[in-house]
């Protein structure tokens, strides 16, 4: 079975800094996987994407995220942190049955201090 | 234009109520999607719908029924509301393909009292 671990329940960055926000998966197969960003009170907002080629990803907002299929990771990275990048961050595979929901970690919630 | 969009965005309802959350999408999409998110936040799939038909029916009380009219729209009904039931209801669409991302509503806060 398809799933995703967010090893983090929360990042702490000060602003300027760099930021990183794990995820593992464990998938048969080749992955689909993908990043995603909910603020307070809304819904989930997509950020990027893994379907296959560059293991570094570049998504919305200046996030990118690197693939490592030899330990099963894929990384959430921005070089330079805002404090309006705190927020709760989901990492989801596609799960290859069943038409293909996304199946979501638990999520991190990231925190950017001035 | 919101290209997901659910209503209302709160209820709050007493036991015992059978309430309706309902969802749109304007991106032409094949598939569409009710997730369920926790109290601790976490997201679980509850139903898939593929141009009307049902694909995913993860393990869902049956007073949840959703209704899919045309492949626009994905309604959750809840008969018997119970306390538990109270989370945030995400809607969500897509386009099939294993590659595609999927695009959220705003939620439903449903909250049983």
């Known amino acids: 079975a398809q799933s995703v671990a967010q090893p983090e329940d929360q990042v702490n960055v000060a602003e300027g800094n760099p930021l990183t926000v794990k995820c593992t998966y464990s998938?048969?197969?080749?992955?689909?996987l993908f990043w995603y960003v909910q603020y307070p009170n809304r819904g989930l907002q997509f950020l990027l994407k893994?379907?296959?080629?560059?293991?570094l990803v570049k998504g919305s907002y200046g996030f990118e995220a690197e693939f490592n299929k030899s330990q099963t990771s894929f990384h959430l990275k921005k070089p330079s942190a805002l404090v309006s990048d705190s927020a709760l961050y989901f990492c989801?595979?596609?799960?290859?049955?069943?038409?293909?929901?996304?199946?979501f970690g638990k999520g991190t919630k990231l925190s950017v201090k001035p | 234009d919101t290209a997901v969009s659910q209503t209302p965005k709160y209820l709050v309802t007493q036991m015992g109520n059978d309430k309706s959350i309902k969802c749109e999408q304007n991106?032409?999409?094949?598939?569409m999607y009710w997730y369920k998110q926790d109290s601790k936040k976490f997201l679980k799939i509850m139903f898939s719908?593929?141009?009307?038909?049902?694909?995913i029916n993860e393990t869902v009380p049956n007073r949840f029924s959703p209704k899919s009219p045309d492949k626009a729209h994905l309604n959750l009904h809840i008969n018997s509301l119970e306390l538990g039931d109270s989370a945030v209801y995400f809607c969500?669409?897509?386009?099939?393909?294993?590659?595609?991302?999927?695009?959220f509503g705003q939620g439903t806060r449903l909250t049983v009292v």
């Open positions: 998938v048969s197969g080749n992955p689909y």
């Open positions: 991106l032409g999409h094949d598939t």
């Open positions: 719908y593929n141009n009307k038909e049902l694909i």
């Open positions: 989801a595979v596609r799960d290859r049955g069943s038409q293909g929901n996304l199946i």
């Open positions: 893994y379907i296959t080629g560059d293991n």
């Open positions: 969500a669409s897509s386009q099939d393909g294993q590659g595609r991302e999927a695009f």
